[in-house]
């Protein structure tokens, strides 16, 4: 199939703008791997200090004839999606000394809930977690003794923090290697129903306490489409995960079988192997747009619009919003999972899930067939699923037709004709809004603004019944550089609850919403942002504001030119719960445009 115009454009865009950035980027990782082992180049005193509590493999790690494999862990029993990673290390080091080889657990990596911390001031350190945790995986790998890596993490910021790590060390293979989601539980659906009634007063805490403990339920991913589902999609589509890795469940036979497999893997594409791929070849600029197309093909998180660029930029590529909104275009939404429809990830996976799409986008000419992946060179290897036949792991051809065509359908009849994530621009500045679970009615929100600097404000004047009118409800000093711009998720269920009432509602905030959120019309990642002096900080209270998500337009219909921008007291979201620590970032982090990063 004929790679589809769009994506051959929009490619050839990124690749020259990133001419400069990726040449000087290979022209580095192709130094450092022309080294060789690096082990070799260690003093004696060094290695002693490295291979001191490897027991009967000191040998083999002193001859650096076989590859020594890099295990970076964000390992805690706090989030369910990381607990099974309690023990990989030993699976993985069984699996190692099957083939010849070593592994090590380089180091370990923070992973922060933001299930735990959402609406909480700990929100306003998880953006700022990514950057922390490339900066940890760097110091794991920097004792550069490492010819493969393997990479343990799933949720919101850990997946982009480790691949910026890893496009750092891109000379040295990576693969990703994920848990796999929780069984479902209490369908999501009805738990946003129990949310909605108690943010109307109308449910006990006790029961939004039951609906939450049986959605959240025991070991795994959360089972809505959020943030760090996506994340497993896009390492798949992004040729990081071995073939149909994603959505297998933890504890289960195959998934073990996949990680001894993955370690197979990064020994055989290790320099010491047969089948040398460095991480900083596979992540080039097909690969982000293999993953962009994936992002709209299934409706994913609009945090990802902040972290590819952050993640493209580690390996030299530079993307830009216009090429979300190209890409939006000219890619159909082709599943329709929680919160975009009914259906949990489980469900899309029992449907045919990824190997089904990835199919029909390949037939559609929708992505990249030639990227080169862990796995080998194209995506052909992805249409396959991975089973055990009599305990051996195979793989076998995936589904050519959905398996429920309410959950995942073909490329030639989707749910809708483009991804539905659309650029706005106009006077207010640049941001995105996700459109594929909002109603085509409410596309065009034009209201007055209602303007608040914070979100208690908003829950405040909700619970008195300020909202009786279509509004424009407008968060603002939200962003990277005044608070560190935590999710606004929240007020979902507040504004939902206004908008079921009849009201017209939407959302305008330099801040960022859940990857679970998408029901009501958001503007969001508005940049400039209000502490930079942008125009959302000039904002008073009755402007008039048009959404037009059709159009790509965020206006308002006022002169803002001779009012002087809004200065809140934001020095209380300088401390407590370690936000004092994370000052320097909120100095020196770049825009929502650009990925909102501190060390790329």
Known sequence: ??????????????????????????????????????????????????????????????????????????????????????????????????????????????????????????????????????????VAMSHNTFDSSLYLGVCDKIVPGLVMAAATFGHIPAIFVPAGPMMSGLPNDEKARVRNLYAEGKATREELMAAEMASYHGPGTCTFYGTANTNQMLMEVMGLHLPGASFVNPGTPLREALTVQAVRRAAEISALGNDYRPAGEILDERAFVNGIVGLMATGGSTNLVLHLPAMARAAGVLLDLADFDDLSAAVPLMAKVYPNGLADVNHFHAAGGLQFLIGELLDAG???????????????????????????????????????????????????????????????????????????????????????????????????????????????????????????????????????????????????????????PAAIHVSPEAACGGPLAKLQDGDLIRLDAVAGTLEVKADLSTRVPAQPDLSANGFGIGRELFEPFRRNVGTAETGAAVVV
């Open 1 to 138: 199939m004929t790679l589809h115009p769009t994506i051959a454009r929009v490619t050839d865009r990124i690749r020259a703008r990133s001419e400069a950035t990726r040449s000087a980027y290979l022209a580095r990782i192709a130094t450092a791997g022309r080294a060789g082992p690096a082990r070799g180049h260690l003093a004696c005193g060094n290695q002693a200090h490295a291979y001191a509590a490897m027991g009967a493999q000191k040998s083999d790690l002193a001859a650096g004839r076989a590859p020594n494999i890099a295990i970076v862990t964000a390992y805690n029993d706090m989030l369910s999606a990381h607990q099974p990673f309690e023990d990989y290390p030993k699976l993985i080091r069984a699996a190692a000394r099957e083939v010849g080889a070593t592994a090590q657990v380089a180091g370990g990596v923070p992973a922060m809930c933001d299930g735990v911390t959402q609406g909480q001031p700990g929100m306003e350190l998880s953006l700022f977690s990514r950057d922390v945790i490339a900066l940890a995986a760097g």
């Open 366 to 520: 929708l992505l990249h067939p030639d990227a080169k992946t862990v796995a080998g060179d194209g995506l052909e290897a992805y249409r396959q699923e991975p089973k055990l036949d009599a305990g051996r792991l195979v793989w076998t051809a995936g589904p050519s037709a959905s398996l429920n065509d309410k959950i995942v359908r073909p490329a030639a009849d989707p749910f809708q004709p483009t991804g539905g994530l659309r650029q706005l621009s106009g006077n207010l500045g640049r941001g995105v809004i996700k459109v594929s679970a909002v109603a085509p009615e409410r596309h065009v929100i034009e209201a007055p603004a209602r303007i608040f600097n914070d979100q208690d404000a908003v829950k405040a004047a909700f619970k008195a019944g300020e909202f009786t009118t279509d509004t424009v409800v407008v968060v603002r000093f939200q962003g990277p550089q005044a608070n560190g711009m935590p999710e606004l998720h929240t007020l979902t269920p507040l504004l939902t609850v206004l908008q079921d009432r009849g009201l017209k509602m939407a959302l305008v905030t330099d801040g960022r919403m859940s990857g679970a959120s998408g029901k009501v």
